[in-house]
């Protein structure tokens, strides 16, 4: 019994705890064994073979040919229909109905003969009475037009003439720009923006701005230009003397007159050999060889590297 709550069999509420089914069965090893038991079991379903479809009747299920009119004898249908017709006939109680006399044909087209009302007065083919035509009256009669467009012609039309009223010069244009000013007496303030509606960071038009402008600045009053410098009187021109010049003669320079010494050619034994300057040194060169263990062989692979033999 659990330390706490009821067990298991106070729980269903049995005196005592039942016997088992399976208990001294022998046990079975599901181990090889085989799926469907009763197939390996007593008797089993034996068919017959196929058989093959010939001539004979062992090919098909019914022992014997049946045929589907077997026993049917032959019937007559004309001597059927009249053997109705006379059971049909004795069902009458009396004899048949005849007319007294045969129907009437008409003599021609549009004759009566052989109807029960006679002739109708509303299809007779005698003319009817009609009254005398009396033309209805004259038409109005009004005096021929007048010749004439009626523009710029007096007194062609029925009424007067109609007055001109000349149209002013750009009239649309005019009552347009009235209207606006009309608006904008009417409108107070500008217009209604709410700021709550998300905006983008980078306006679509860089150009837009929603602020007035402001005034216009006035451009700095222009300084007058001075009139031209002119000589009072006009240049002199030289011809031969220094009568254009602000000085009548040059000012005399004070260099003493030297004579130039030209050096002296030297001689073959006075000139000095031409030696050719140096050429390129050499140097020691490294060899293909230890080229090749410098770069196969390193730090990393001292320890690993092997010989390879081609």
Do not use: W
């Not at 009072?232 to 040059?250: C, N, Q, R, V």
């Amino acid at each position: 019994m659990p330390a706490e709550g009821k067990s298991d069999m106070e729980r269903i509420g049995l005196f005592s705890e039942m016997g088992y089914v399976t208990i001294g069965d022998k046990y079975v090893s599901h181990y090889m064994r085989p799926f469907n038991e009763a197939a390996s079991k007593n008797k089993q379903m034996l068919p017959g073979g196929s058989k093959t479809l010939s001539a004979l009747q062992a090919g098909y299920f019914e022992p014997q040919f049946l045929r589907i009119f077997d026993g049917e004898a032959y019937s007559n249908p004309v001597q059927l229909r009249r053997r109705y017709r006379l059971a049909e006939s004795k069902k009458n109680l009396g004899k048949a109905f005849l007319p007294s006399n045969g129907d009437k044909l008409p003599c021609g087209k549009g004759s009566y003969y052989g109807t029960i009302g006679g002739p109708f007065a509303y299809f007779s083919a005698q003319l009817k009475a009609r009254e005398r035509y009396v033309p209805p009256g004259k038409n109005f009669y009004t005096n021929p037009e007048k010749k004439g467009t009626g523009y710029g012609y007096a007194n062609l039309t029925i009424g007067e003439q109609y007055p001109h009223e000349p149209d002013g010069y750009e009239l649309e244009k005019l009552n347009a720009k009235k209207a606006r000013e009309e608006h904008k007496r009417l409108v107070k303030g500008g217009p209604f923006k709410i700021n709550l509606h998300p905006q983008d960071y980078f306006d679509v038009n860089p150009y837009f701005n929603d602020k007035p402008l402001p005034p216009l600045k006035k451009p700095p009053p222009e300084k007058p230009i001075a009139p031209p410098f002119k000589p009072s009187s006009p240049a002199k021109k030289s011809g031969g003397m220094k009568g254009g010049t602000f000085d009548p003669y040059p000012s005399h320079s004070a260099d003493p007159y030297v004579i130039k010494k030209f050096m002296a050619v030297p001689t073959s034994k006075e000139r000095k050999i031409f030696y050719p300057p140096p050429g390129s040194k050499s140097r020691p060169v490294t060899s293909i060889i230890t080229l090749n263990v410098t770069r196969s062989i390193n730090a990393n692979n001292y320890k690993t590297a092997h010989l390879t033999s081609d």
